[in-house]
């Protein structure tokens, strides 16, 4: 192949995998995201297997598109928010991006090294995406942002959410549209139907489908009223000492009035920990609890320092550090609740060891938080175990199996996008929470700083939302949901096996061949 042929393919696949990116979103579009895979294995499809570096080349390319689209927010953060200059903010991003587009790059490579062209291609193609995304999930603390099964809410494959997970609805994704793209090749080169790649299209679309008629999770007889707040407070004016106490006055506005048995403010909506809340504010905040109301704040708290050997937290200031936390206060102003986050964004919530240079070019507030435990206890309101999560722990459906597992029924994620502006990054983390929704039968609460502060049920649909930038509260009656899904019970394990084995047996195939 040519060099210019070459510089085509990568062009062309670079542009798929910007296309692919508008398909997340709080509304995702499933059909562009595989039209877009069609086009991509299309162009490893002919690639023999002798290829593999060209394939690897517009694996790259296409990752290059997917992510300098889909998360082009993070210059945002680093430039208007965090005050690195514009062209080091831009290369980080790309930087970054090249990174994550390794792995698409990977799994192009694996797919025309493992398998001749044909039909063990498809099922090359399905087990190494799936490979590629479950290691861009978890190496390095993980990352699975625009993941390809978040695409495919509200499709024919959504049924698969609750019994196989994120990954397992990517999977069958690509093994629909490999298969597509097969029958398209062999209809317009040979004019014939491809009984075998029919019959995996069918069986994916069979699947996704059959899986969509099951119904998981019980949800209470009861309702439990949840008061979601929305400060809409600008992430340049935050952290302002100047303002901190204002901040506070006005989320007390919406404690006022309604039934609501829990009231949820945004992460870090108090930007000091509880103990250095004014009197002033503590006292007002008193008189507008009532004796069965609760309230639920983002803050950083403080926890004793524990250091254990190997850790990537670099050496902090003082004997005590912060936790990114969700404290539960009462009417008689007690902290009778705690979650203290767990999986911290690196760069952002904690410093990996060696690149404390990077973080000084940025000026992030209360950048180096201590870790939360795996096991924390729920919140209990009547028959209602509430478990939280903050930001964009959601992204990890395993670790919020474990809260499920452990008796939660309600799920309620606190976050501050803020720090994306006005981008898309709020439309796909709504995109996400629904999909977690979905895998785990729980309904999952959203109270965020400027949107998407929504209720989401059980079944993954929004049933109530806010307008973004904009000041307000939400009241979601919740029921609580018992039961477990395949996904609650087993997490990603399932889609794992399934792709190490089909990749194994590939490898057996080919290797004898």
Same mark, same amino acid.
């Given at each position: 192949?040519?060099?210019?042929?070459?510089?085509?393919?990568? @062009? +062309? !696949?670079?542009?798929? #995998?910007?296309?692919?990116?508008? $398909?997340?979103? /709080?509304?995702?579009?499933?059909? *562009? &995201?595989?039209?877009?895979?069609?086009?991509?294995?299309?162009?490893?499809?002919?690639?023999?297997?002798?290829?593999?570096?060209?394939?690897?080349?517009?694996?790259?390319?296409?990752?290059?598109?997917?992510?300098?689209?889909?998360?082009?927010?993070?210059?945002?953060?680093?430039?208007?928010?965090?005050?690195?200059?514009?062209?080091?903010?831009?290369?980080?991003?790309?930087?970054?991006?090249?990174?994550?587009?390794?792995?698409?790059?990977?799994a192009c490579m694996l797919t025309v090294r493992l398998s001749h062209a044909g039909h063990t291609r498809i099922i090359a193609f399905a087990a190494a995406q799936t490979l590629a995304e479950l290691g861009r999930g978890?190496?390095?603390?993980?990352?699975?942002?625009?993941?390809?099964?978040?695409?495919?809410?509200?499709?024919?494959?959504? @049924? +698969? !959410?609750?019994?196989? #997970?994120?990954?397992?609805?990517? $999977?069958?994704? /690509?093994?629909?549209?490999?298969? *597509? &793209?097969?029958?398209?090749?062999?209809?317009?080169?040979?004019?014939?139907?491809?009984?075998?790649?029919?019959?995996?299209?069918?069986?994916?679309?069979?699947?996704?489908?059959?899986?969509?008629?099951?119904?998981?999770?019980?949800?209470?007889?009861?309702?439990?009223?949840?008061?979601?707040?929305?400060?809409?407070?600008?992430?340049?004016?935050?952290?302002?000492?100047?303002?901190?106490?204002?901040?506070?006055?006005?989320?007390?506005?919406?404690?006022?009035?309604?039934?609501?048995?829990?009231?949820?403010?945004?992460?870090?909506?108090?930007?000091?920990?509880?103990?250095?809340?004014?009197?002033?504010?503590?006292?007002?905040?008193?008189?507008?609890?009532?004796?069965?109301?609760?309230?639920?704040?983002?803050?950083?708290?403080?926890?004793?320092?524990?250091?254990? !050997?190997?850790?990537?937290?670099?050496?902090?200031?003082?004997?005590?550090?912060?936790?990114?936390?969700?404290?539960?206060?009462?009417?008689?102003?007690?902290?009778?609740?705690?979650?203290?986050?767990?999986?911290?964004?690196?760069?952002?919530?904690?410093?990996?060891?060696?690149?404390?240079?990077?973080?000084?070019?940025?000026?992030?507030?209360?950048?180096?938080?201590?870790?939360?435990?795996?096991?924390?206890?729920?919140?209990?309101?009547?028959?209602?175990?509430?478990?939280?999560?903050?930001?964009?722990?959601?992204?990890?459906?395993?670790?919020?199996?474990?809260?499920?597992?452990?008796?939660?029924?309600?799920?309620?994620?606190?976050?501050?996008?803020?720090?994306?502006?006005?981008?898309?990054?709020?439309?796909?983390?709504?995109?996400?929470?629904?999909?977690?929704?979905?895998?785990?039968?729980?309904?999952?609460?959203?109270?965020?700083?400027?949107?998407?502060?929504?209720?989401?049920?059980?079944?993954?649909?929004?049933?109530?939302?806010?307008?973004?930038?904009?000041?307000?509260?939400?009241?979601?009656?919740?029921?609580?949901?018992?039961?477990?899904?395949?996904?609650?019970?087993?997490?990603?394990?399932?889609?794992?096996?399934?792709?190490?084995?089909?990749?194994?047996?590939?490898?057996?195939t080919h290797r004898r061949a």
């Amino acid at each position: 192949m040519t060099a210019n042929r070459l510089a085509v393919r990568m @062009g +062309l !696949a670079a542009a798929l #995998g910007a296309a692919h990116a508008l $398909a997340f979103g /709080a509304a995702p579009l499933w059909y *562009l &995201s595989i039209a877009c895979m069609v086009g991509l294995y299309w162009l490893c499809a002919e690639e023999p297997v002798s290829g593999g570096r060209r394939a690897l080349a517009v694996g790259f390319a296409y990752g290059m598109g997917l992510f300098i689209v889909g998360v082009s927010w993070l210059f945002i953060s680093m430039h208007r928010y965090g005050g690195m200059p514009a062209p080091l903010a831009a290369a980080a991003l790309v930087a970054f991006t090249a990174y994550l587009s390794l792995w698409p790059a990977l799994a192009c490579m694996l797919t025309v090294r493992l398998s001749h062209a044909g039909h063990t291609r498809i099922i090359a193609f399905a087990a190494a995406q799936t490979l590629a995304e479950l290691g861009r999930g978890y190496l390095f603390t993980g990352f699975p942002w625009l993941a390809a099964g978040y695409a495919h809410m509200d499709g024919p494959l959504e @049924g +698969l !959410a609750p019994v196989i #997970g994120v990954y397992g609805m990517g $999977a069958a994704a /690509a093994l629909l549209a490999a298969a *597509l &793209s097969q029958l398209l090749r062999v209809a317009l080169i040979s004019r014939r139907v491809d009984v075998v790649a029919s019959g995996l299209a069918a069986a994916a679309l069979a699947t996704g489908v059959t899986a969509g008629a099951l119904h998981w999770g019980e949800p209470s007889p009861t309702t439990l009223p949840i008061r979601l707040v929305q400060g809409n407070i600008a992430q340049d004016l935050k952290f302002d000492p100047g303002r901190t106490i204002s901040t506070m006055q006005a989320y007390l506005g919406f404690l006022d009035g309604g039934t609501a048995a829990l009231t949820v403010l945004p992460e870090t909506a108090w930007t000091v920990p509880w103990e250095m809340t004014p009197p002033a504010v503590a006292q007002a905040l008193r008189t507008r609890l009532g004796v069965n109301h609760v309230v639920a704040i983002g803050m950083p708290m403080t926890t004793p320092v524990e250091h254990p !050997a190997g850790s990537a937290f670099a050496a902090p200031a003082g004997p005590r550090m912060y936790t990114n936390s969700v404290a539960v206060i009462d009417h008689q102003l007690r902290v009778v609740a705690r979650y203290d986050k767990r999986h911290l964004v690196p760069f952002g919530e904690f410093v990996p060891l060696g690149f404390r240079w990077f973080v000084d070019l940025m000026h992030i507030p209360l950048g180096d938080f201590a870790r939360g435990s795996n096991r924390q206890p729920a919140l209990v309101i009547g028959d209602a175990a509430i478990a939280f999560n903050i930001c964009y722990e959601d992204l990890f459906g395993e670790e919020l199996a474990i809260q499920v597992r452990d008796g939660a029924g309600i799920l309620i994620n606190l976050s501050n996008i803020a720090w994306f502006g006005q981008s898309h990054a709020l439309g796909q983390h709504l995109g996400i929470a629904r999909v977690r929704a979905r895998e785990l039968a729980r309904p999952m609460l959203r109270a965020t700083n400027t949107g998407v502060t929504a209720a989401i049920d059980h079944r993954g649909q929004v049933t109530a939302a806010l307008e973004v930038h904009a000041a307000g509260a939400l009241i979601a009656q919740a029921r609580a949901v018992s039961g477990l899904t395949p996904f609650a019970r087993f997490g990603n394990t399932a889609a794992l096996l399934l792709s190490l084995t089909a990749i194994a047996l590939l490898a057996w195939t080919h290797r004898r061949a």
